[in-house]
């Protein structure tokens, strides 16, 4: 295999972005205040753009800067100047959906990589070397599409054009997440960034005549959730995805918490080396690499349109709600190797008796019973339930920064929980 492979991930915040780096991540991709599809995420200010890029360079690591809404015109205002502070921080591409965003991209950004965003629905090889003969560098997939599908493009656009394709996160039930419904309900446009998610809603019937009788939608017998896909997960399939000439492996989740991130990116870093070094072992390993990812906070999982078009199975019509056996406990600032004591900042409360457990990005992740925890005035206490408090305590195992506590709720086990 010459293609060389690259791990996507997302980055909604600093935080994020600095998780994701260091938790394996060959690339990332991330937002300012304006242009982007995830309006709703903290984002970046300029400060934290310049900060994140440069993190990321550091590391060997590039930073992709979205502006992939459909565009108006009171959108092209300050457009360029956007353009030139992402030149100025030195990303190493933009993601583009509109044409009249590409045009002005290409003006400003002549030397920087333009990649073709999935909201542009490139679902064949003619619509993929249009872009090409434009001047993008990157197609990323609709994500409507099978491997053959893929696999017939890769093999009609130029070799040094890589292919990027979602292999993890939620899913849109709009085609290529081209949706009115938000726009409609909420007057919150889905194309430029607000979307309100309608698709997860339940929905009644009302008659005209009959206002306060609500009659409930059943697309099966067991439920009304009638848009709520599933959310892709394609890590047991990694030879199949380089098979179709998939380059980039791209991670949805720009909302997510550094827990979700770094579990993910931790995961599909394991499972593409351990493929590139064995095949064998990937196989002996898939059902680890699954689990793994099943410790973030997830809609039950699907493989989208990859095999074939989605059926009922790939949708949930009972609830619009989450997989969350694990919670975000803290975050460690700090270990001492000589007194092998972690200073921990809290997320979320956890007490002295629990098993907690530490996932690093090296190493095996760390599983534990606290013991003794200390206060900033170093007392002993036995739980820490005021958010972001500062604690302590002894780990006899060496921690690789930056590490996060995590804790498996066995109130929750594999139930489902908004």
Known sequence: MNRQLELLAPAGSLETLQVAVLYGADAVYLGGGSYGLRAKAKNFTQDEMREGVKFAHEHNVKAYVTANIFAHNVDFIQMEDYFNFIKDIGADGVIVADAGVFSVAKKVLPELEIHISTQANITNYHSANFWIEQGASRIVTARELSFAEIKEIYDNIPNEIPIESFVHGAMCMAYSGRCLMSNYLTNRGANQGHCAQPCRWQYHVVEEKRPNEYM????????????????????????????????????????????????????????????????????????????????????????????????????????????????????????????????????????????LEILQPKGDCIKFTLEEMWNEDQELIEAAPHPKQIVSFKIPQKIFLPAIIRKFDTTIGNNLLV
């Open 216 to 355: 409930p939608i059943v697309e099966t017998e067991k439920g009304t959730y009638i848009y709520n896909s599933r959310d892709l997960c394609m890590i047991e399939y990694i030879p199949e995805l380089i098979e179709a000439g998939v380059t980039s492996f791209k991670i949805e989740g720009r909302m997510k918490t550094p827990l979700y991130v770094a579990t993910v990116v931790k995961a599909y870093r394991e499972a593409i080396d351990t493929y590139i070094h064995s095949k064998e072992q990937y196989e002996i390993k898939k059902e680890y690499f699954l689990a793994e990812v099943g410790k973030a906070s997830h809609r039950e999982f699907t493989t989208g349109f990859y095999h074939h078009k989605t059926t009922a199975n790939d949708q949930t019509y009972t609830h619009n709600s989450y997989v969350r056996n694990y919670e975000f406990s803290g975050v460690v600032l700090d270990y001492n190797d000589e007194t092998q004591i972690v200073i921990v900042e809290q997320r979320r409360k956890f007490s002295v008796g629990e098993e």
